[in-house]
Protein backbone atom coordinates (compact mmCIF):
# COMPACT_ATOMS: atom_id res chain seq x y z
CA UNK A 1 0.00 0.00 0.00
CA UNK A 2 1.14 3.19 -1.22
CA UNK A 3 0.03 7.06 -0.19
CA UNK A 4 0.17 8.51 3.43
CA UNK A 5 -0.46 6.64 6.94
CA UNK A 6 -1.64 8.63 9.74
CA UNK A 7 -0.64 8.49 13.49
CA UNK A 8 -3.50 8.08 16.38
CA UNK A 9 -1.45 8.72 19.58
CA UNK A 10 -4.07 8.57 22.26
CA UNK A 11 -3.12 10.60 25.30
CA UNK A 12 -5.48 11.05 28.39
CA UNK A 13 -6.15 14.77 30.17
CA UNK A 14 -8.61 15.18 32.90
CA UNK A 15 -11.25 17.42 30.70
CA UNK A 16 -11.59 18.86 27.17
CA UNK A 17 -9.84 22.19 28.13
CA UNK A 18 -6.69 20.49 29.28
CA UNK A 19 -6.81 18.21 26.36
CA UNK A 20 -6.97 20.82 23.66
CA UNK A 21 -3.89 22.64 25.38
CA UNK A 22 -1.97 19.58 25.15
CA UNK A 23 -2.87 18.53 21.52
CA UNK A 24 -1.89 22.67 20.73
CA UNK A 25 1.20 22.02 22.76
CA UNK A 26 2.02 18.64 20.87
CA UNK A 27 0.74 19.57 17.24
CA UNK A 28 3.34 22.66 17.73
CA UNK A 29 5.94 20.73 19.15
CA UNK A 30 6.05 18.18 16.54
CA UNK A 31 5.23 20.80 13.43
CA UNK A 32 9.10 21.93 14.38
CA UNK A 33 9.95 18.05 13.73
CA UNK A 34 8.07 17.55 10.51
CA UNK A 35 6.57 19.50 7.48
CA UNK A 36 3.98 17.06 7.53
CA UNK A 37 2.14 17.89 10.90
CA UNK A 38 -1.18 19.45 9.98
CA UNK A 39 -1.99 21.30 13.03
CA UNK A 40 -5.18 22.13 11.80
CA UNK A 41 -6.49 18.48 11.94
CA UNK A 42 -5.75 18.08 15.56
CA UNK A 43 -8.94 16.94 17.16
CA UNK A 44 -9.90 15.36 20.81
CA UNK A 45 -12.42 13.33 22.14
CA UNK A 46 -13.37 11.86 25.34
CA UNK A 47 -12.56 8.50 25.68
CA UNK A 48 -15.73 6.54 25.87
CA UNK A 49 -17.09 8.80 22.36
CA UNK A 50 -14.42 8.47 20.42
CA UNK A 51 -16.69 9.47 17.50
CA UNK A 52 -17.46 12.66 18.85
CA UNK A 53 -14.74 15.03 17.95
CA UNK A 54 -13.67 18.00 19.07
CA UNK A 55 -11.50 20.57 17.24
CA UNK A 56 -8.46 21.81 18.71
CA UNK A 57 -7.14 24.74 16.33
CA UNK A 58 -9.73 27.44 14.39
CA UNK A 59 -8.32 26.69 11.09
CA UNK A 60 -10.40 28.98 8.91
CA UNK A 61 -9.13 30.55 5.85
CA UNK A 62 -7.18 33.86 6.45
CA UNK A 63 -9.05 36.53 4.60
CA UNK A 64 -5.56 36.89 2.56
CA UNK A 65 -5.85 34.08 0.80
CA UNK A 66 -2.38 32.89 2.88
CA UNK A 67 -3.07 30.07 4.66
CA UNK A 68 -5.50 29.15 7.65
CA UNK A 69 -6.00 30.45 11.00
CA UNK A 70 -3.34 28.80 13.58
CA UNK A 71 -5.03 30.32 16.93
CA UNK A 72 -6.85 27.66 18.97
CA UNK A 73 -10.80 26.88 18.31
CA UNK A 74 -12.16 29.05 20.94
CA UNK A 75 -10.15 32.25 20.33
CA UNK A 76 -11.57 35.63 20.25
CA UNK A 77 -9.03 37.74 18.73
CA UNK A 78 -8.77 38.20 15.12
CA UNK A 79 -7.36 35.34 12.91
CA UNK A 80 -3.86 34.95 12.42
CA UNK A 81 -1.49 32.79 10.86
CA UNK A 82 0.41 31.90 13.94
CA UNK A 83 -0.35 32.50 17.86
CA UNK A 84 1.26 36.46 19.28
CA UNK A 85 3.04 34.57 22.03
CA UNK A 86 4.86 32.11 19.96
CA UNK A 87 7.13 35.50 18.54
CA UNK A 88 8.95 35.11 15.16
CA UNK A 89 11.26 32.16 13.51
Same mark, same amino acid.
Do not use: N, Y
Given at each position: ?25 A ?24 ? &?? %???? !?D @??? =??? $?? /????? &?? %???? !?? @??? =??? $?? /?
Amino acid at each position: MTGRWVIHLPIAAPDLHRARIFARTAARVLAQLSARVEPGGVTVSAEDEQC &VR %HWVF !CD @RPL =PDG $GG /RCALP &VD %HSST !CA @RRA =PWL $GR /R
